[in-house]
């Protein structure tokens, strides 16, 4: 039996008043797999990103989530799917600690008041559950955590939501070479557990060693979806920088 993808897009189209970012693009992240999604500066990975979440809902298209049809036309759409995006430019509320971002807009009652205890033994054990020891206390405010850090709490709230897929846009301000280490890990321990993970990065060296699957983008155009063992490090630079290598990508 094949595998059914969590995510399959087919024949995307999306713009942003008249400029055309997305052509007619297709893309499919399977469940237990993390997908690689590469492209250059520009080339729509963050546009597409935003549309799978449901913040800039796709123009035209097909969408399937688990082999159904769908139609997002918000976040809240893809939330209650379970899929998690860790949005490039904001994905925390900077002014609340660890438990009350793990649970924004999903808190737990007691009665009629909050359960505090409750959620905070959930998010700690989801915590420890990822093998996360270097966050220090739950209670600790996201605006003084690291990068890598705000990262991890994200992870932690994909996997306590019990999330399908997961999407993590690579974050504007760079990882230090331990904190990079310790969210691939977590990236790769999410898939084992089942889960679509669709990975963007700009490393080439983290692509490699995360990923099962590369996604390229060319100027709005998805040029190429393989299998990573079945291409060098060279052919996806070429894949990202000309849109072609050898036999894959644009025709000549
Ligand atoms: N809200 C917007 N309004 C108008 N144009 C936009 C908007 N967001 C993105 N664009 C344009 O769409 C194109 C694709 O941008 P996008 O952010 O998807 O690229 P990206 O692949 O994520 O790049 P990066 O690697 O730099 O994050 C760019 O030309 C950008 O200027
Ligand atoms: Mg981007």
């Given at each position: 039996m094949p595998v059914t993808p969590v995510l399959e897009l087919r024949g995307i189209d999306k713009s942003y008043g008249a400029v055309k970012v997305l052509y007619d693009v297709a893309f499919t992240a399977y469940p237990g797999e993390v997908t690689a999604l590469v492209g250059d500066n520009g080339a729509g990975k963050t546009t597409l990103v935003k549309g799978i979440g449901g913040?800039?809902?796709?123009?035209?298209g097909e969408y399937y989530f688990e082999g159904a049809p769908v139609r997002l036309g918000s976040p809240r759409d893809a939330a209650a799917l379970g899929i998690e995006v860790v949005h490039q430019d904001l994905a925390l509320c900077e002014n609340l600690d660890i438990v009350e971002n793990m649970f924004l807009g999903r808190e737990r009652t007691r009665g009629l008041a909050l359960d505090e205890a409750g959620m905070e033994a959930a998010a700690t054990s989801t915590l420890s559950g990822l093998s996360v020891r270097t966050m220090g206390s739950v209670r600790r405010r996201v605006s003084d955590l690291s990068g890598g850090q705000r990262q991890t709490v994200a992870l932690a709230r994909a996997v306590l939501w019990d999330s399908r897929l997961v999407v993590l846009d690579e974050p504007a301000a760079a990882l230090g070479v331990a904190q990079t280490q310790q969210v691939l890990e977590l990236v790769r321990r999410l898939a084992d557990k089942g889960l679509a993970v669709v990975l963007i990065s700009h490393n080439m060296n983290d692509v490699f060693a995360v990923s099962d699957r590369i996604a390229t983008l060319y100027l709005g155009h998805m040029v190429a979806q393989v299998r990573t063992g079945d291409v060098t490090h060279r052919q996806v630079v070429e894949l990202i920088t000309s849109g072609r290598s050898g036999d894959l990508g644009l025709p000549r």
């Open positions: 913040v800039h809902p796709f123009d035209s």
